[in-house]
């Protein structure tokens, strides 16, 4: 096991109607005029947005607001957050959505205290050095955003997805009550458990040698997801799989299960590059690359791809051929992904073959990228062409 930091310091506040608990919460951490950032309708819709509302106000917490925040949230709603919060004093940001949406809350509430243009902060010319104070109720379980210090933002001009990340956009609080995610549909839900099964596989393949605790970290949080994920897609209502759902997504992204090991994300950039140019769903995207890039990397080692086949899918070991068996757990996720609705090839997807360079042209690899395998530009390509005509 690696040397490492670990540092979360986000309070959750998890269960039934803690919603109304949004007033006391932005006072506790320094609000006194907020900014309440919300999607496309669905917080109106459900009266989740007038319970914060009231919420605040019964705590004498000021507020303006800005909704219209979409998946694969944008630099344009950024900058009207910036101007909103400068002209109104906003000393908080509150988000009430899913990971788009506290995104674009945390962009917002760095881009408010940088002088510049915040789409530097995602571009890599500068990082965050300062942010308002921010929180969120979740809607969506999915990206873990609630929990993890980063952000991805789509900049509109060129389809470009990048992200940033700092402790300093870190939530302060994350309220987390399963009850508002019922209402989701079953391709939604998919998606979400698609990201949260990729958060953790990106730290599950790693270089690292000696990391039994965390390997069984994830592999509790992977076997939860295929247990769990099934039962709410047939039953929307059944709040105990939405509770160890939720919850799954947080431990997937706020690196308890990473630490202490190299990480590897090459799933991630290539699918923000699908999202970005077809604007697909992230853990639709995810669905179709993760598997392909499994393909492609497996032989790299062997034997930690026989362990997740059988530790995560319940597979035989093959000990004559241990190739087998690896090959099997690719299989068995694939198969997975498509039972729970999701796409597992380019044509499901929306995506055409024919974009592939442009793909790997917007990727921008300079030299090698990743932490497992290192890929080149050419690596990329091959592992869309995989994607593309995958079957399962």
């Given at each position: 096991?690696e ?73 344009t ?35 408010v ?62 309220v ?18 698609t990201?949260?099964?990729?958060h ?38 059944n ?44 853990g ?32 035989e ?34 995506a ?41």
């Amino acid at each position: 096991m690696e040397n490492f930091n670990f540092y979360s310091p986000t309070e959750f506040v998890f269960g039934k109607g803690r919603e109304n608990e949004c007033g006391q919460l932005v006072k506790k951490y320094g609000g006194t005029k907020v900014l309440i950032h919300y999607g496309q309708g669905s917080v109106v819709k459900s009266g989740l947005l007038d319970r914060v509302k009231a919420s605040l106000e019964k705590e004498g917490v000021a507020y303006a607001e800005l909704g219209g925040v979409q998946p694969n949230p944008r630099d344009t709603k950024v900058y009207e957050g910036i101007e909103i919060c400068k002209k109104e004093n906003v000393d908080f940001i509150l988000s009430v959505g899913g990971g788009s949406c506290i995104d674009s809350s945390k962009a917002i509430a760095a881009g408010v205290c940088y002088d510049g243009d915040f789409w530097d902060l995602y571009s890599k010319k500068a990082t965050v050095q300062k942010a308002l104070p921010i929180g969120t109720v979740l809607t969506i379980a999915a990206a873990g955003s609630e929990g993890s210090g980063g952000s991805v933002i789509t900049k509109e001009e060129g389809m470009l997805k990048r992200d940033t990340g700092s402790d300093l956009i870190r939530p302060k609080f994350s309220v987390l009550n399963p009850e508002l995610t019922c209402t989701l549909p079953a391709y939604q839900t998919g998606c979400g458990a698609t990201d949260i099964m990729a958060h953790v596989f990106e730290r599950y393949f790693t270089n690292t040698k000696e990391v039994e605790i965390t390997d069984r970290l994830c592999e509790a949080v992977l076997l939860t997801m295929i247990k769990e994920t099934p039962r709410v897609i047939a039953d929307p209502s059944n709040y105990e799989a939405r509770a160890n759902i939720m919850w799954a997504g947080m431990v997937a992204h706020n690196d308890i299960v990473g630490v202490g090991r190299s990480q590897d994300w090459n799933s991630h950039g290539i699918e923000h590059e699908l999202s970005g140019l077809y604007d697909c769903a992230h853990g639709a995207g995810l669905a179709v690359v993760m598997p392909a890039w499994m393909e492609f990397v497996y032989k790299h080692d062997v034997m930690r791809f026989a362990q997740m086949a059988v530790r995560i899918f319940g597979k035989e070991m093959d000990f004559e051929n241990p190739e087998n068996t690896a090959k099997e757990g690719i299989r068995a996720f694939r198969k997975f992904l498509s039972e729970i609705g999701m796409p597992i090839n380019f044509a499901q997807l929306g995506a055409k073959k024919e974009d592939i360079p442009t793909l790997v042209k917007k990727m921008d690899v300079q030299g090698k990228t990743g932490g497992f395998v290192p890929l080149a530009p050419e690596d990329v390509a091959k592992i869309l062409e995989i994607a593309a005509d995958a079957t399962v």
